[in-house]
């Protein structure tokens, strides 16, 4: 078998509201998606994480860089097209957009793997460990509006989100410190006793301020504390986790073994959270499980995109064995975005239907059972939310 065509697709609309982080505000909702096709008519579908410009950019290196190094390789030797490919753009860039780049084709690949096998991921993998995962909910975004009027959202929201059959709800700050500590309490008031919830910084404080807004959650007992710091600073992230009860949890910016190498080994995390549609795709997570393994640390994988990435991480999720095992095993959860997405609703021939599932079955979402990631994208649906660049 021969691989014949690695093509973009970049899918992009505006979002019915502006929505925001501590980084930035965005309108628009970007996915881009990866199709490897062969000779024996198999096709790979595969996705990479990045936004807007992002994508456009990491459709150059998919398409002109990558392409052309693979054309003509057998897709069933994933693991040799990481390292020829890795190996070819080291010089030009171990982290960043070339991991994202490949990360889309190597996931394209294991599709192609698990048609040919006739078996879904989990199955090549190693088997399913679990059926079905917890999903949590995450929205509360920032929005253009007074931190008065944030808190009364955040505390509604979170409620909201817990009525929907999610068991946990993850929320945003990025307000500074003292106004972020009112919007971490409006959302522990809207939980209440009914679930967990988890605050994510994407990294905007420094250390001080991240001990001043951390203490703040201990008081409150968030379940974990995300991107407290830079994920440059990983003296920051040590002495956060040896400081703070609340869990650190991080690592969606870290690329590769290498990077993970550093963050673990440095003993910054209680939760790490690899990104497969950027760290290097599935060969790459799964080296780096084995790693967050090693030093015993639990993995609760980021999850972000379409309707393929969600996929992909509930392949990955039923495969991951129990760490360390027992009778009631810590389990990780299905990270779930609630806010709109098409994405992840529309663009599959069968909907994965997250939340009917949440709905319906106590928070649980359970595992694609069709060969290789599970789910095939509408072609027509593509077409009509696709970018001529
Ligand atoms: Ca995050």
């Known amino acids: 078998m021969k691989i014949t065509k690695v093509t973009s697709h970049i899918l992009q609309y505006d979002l019915p509201e502006e929505l925001g982080y501590s980084q930035?505000?965005?309108?628009?909702?970007?996915?881009?998606?990866?199709e490897v096709e062969t000779d024996e008519g198999v096709t790979g579908w595969g996705e990479c994480f990045g936004p807007g410009n992002v994508a456009i950019a990491n459709r150059g290196i998919v398409e002109q860089v990558i392409q052309p190094m693979i054309l003509g390789d057998d897709p069933?030797?994933?693991?040799?097209?990481?390292?020829?490919?890795?190996?070819?753009?080291?010089?030009?860039?171990q982290k960043g957009m070339p991991m994202q780049s490949l990360s889309g084709v190597d996931i394209a690949l294991?599709?192609?793997?698990?048609?040919?096998?006739?078996?879904?991921?989990?199955?090549?993998?190693?088997?399913?460990h679990r059926n079905a995962v917890p999903a949590y909910?995450?929205?509360?975004?920032?929005?253009?509006?007074?931190?008065?009027?944030?808190?009364?959202?955040?505390?509604?929201?979170?409620?909201?989100?817990l009525g929907m059959?999610?068991?946990?709800?993850?929320?945003?700050?990025?307000?500074?410190?003292?106004?972020?500590?009112?919007?971490?309490?409006?959302?522990?008031?809207?939980?209440?006793?009914?679930?967990?919830?988890?605050?994510?910084?994407?990294?905007?404080?420094?250390?001080?301020?991240?001990?001043?807004?951390?203490?703040?959650?201990?008081?409150?007992g968030a379940y974990w504390f995300e991107e407290p710091v830079a994920p440059e600073d990983l003296d920051g992230y040590?002495?956060?986790?040896?400081?703070?009860?609340?869990?650190?949890?991080g690592g969606e910016a870290e690329f590769n073994r290498w990077g993970w190498r550093s963050i673990l080994e440095n003993r910054g995390l209680d939760i790490a959270q690899p990104e497969v549609c950027a760290l290097g795709g599935i060969s790459e997570y799964l080296r780096v499980?084995?790693?967050?393994?090693?030093?015993?640390?639990?993995v609760?994988?980021?999850?972000?995109?379409?309707?393929?990435?969600?996929?992909?991480?509930?392949?990955?999720?039923?495969?991951?064995?129990?760490?360390?095992?027992?009778?009631?095993?810590?389990?990780?959860?299905?990270?779930?975005?609630?806010?709109?997405?098409?994405?992840?609703?529309?663009?599959?021939?069968?909907?994965?239907?997250?939340?009917g599932q949440v709905a319906r079955n106590g928070g649980m979402v359970s595992i694609p059972q069709g060969p290789g990631i599970g789910v095939e994208p509408d072609r027509d649906f593509i077409r009509s939310y696709e970018l001529d660049c």
């Open 110 to 128: 294991w599709d192609i793997a698990g048609k040919v096998a006739g078996l879904p991921l989990h199955k090549l993998i190693g088997g399913a």
């Open 289 to 298: 499980l084995a790693l967050c393994h090693a030093h015993f640390t639990p």
């Open 165 to 220: 059959g999610f068991k946990a709800t993850k929320m945003k700050v990025g307000l500074g410190p003292k106004a972020d500590a009112r919007l971490c309490a409006a959302v522990a008031e809207g939980v209440g006793e009914a679930g967990q919830f988890m605050v994510d910084a994407n990294h905007c404080y420094t250390t001080s301020d991240a001990f001043y807004v951390g203490r703040a959650l201990e008081e409150m």
């Open 238 to 249: 040590r002495e956060l986790r040896a400081g703070l009860s609340v869990n650190i949890s």
């Open 24 to 34: 930035q505000y965005y309108a628009r909702r970007t996915a881009h998606l990866v």
């Open 300 to 355: 609760i994988n980021h999850v972000w995109g379409s309707a393929v990435a969600v996929a992909t991480n509930l392949q990955l999720l039923a495969a991951m064995p129990a760490l360390p095992g027992g009778l009631t095993p810590w389990e990780p959860m299905l990270e779930f975005d609630t806010t709109h997405n098409a994405f992840r609703d529309e663009l599959l021939t069968e909907p994965l239907d997250i939340q």
């Open 137 to 161: 909910g995450y929205g509360m975004m920032l929005k253009r509006e007074s931190v008065e009027d944030h808190v009364a959202r955040f505390r509604d929201e979170a409620a909201a989100i």
């Open 76 to 93: 069933m030797d994933r693991d040799v097209i990481w390292h020829k490919v890795y190996n070819l753009l080291r010089d030009h860039g």
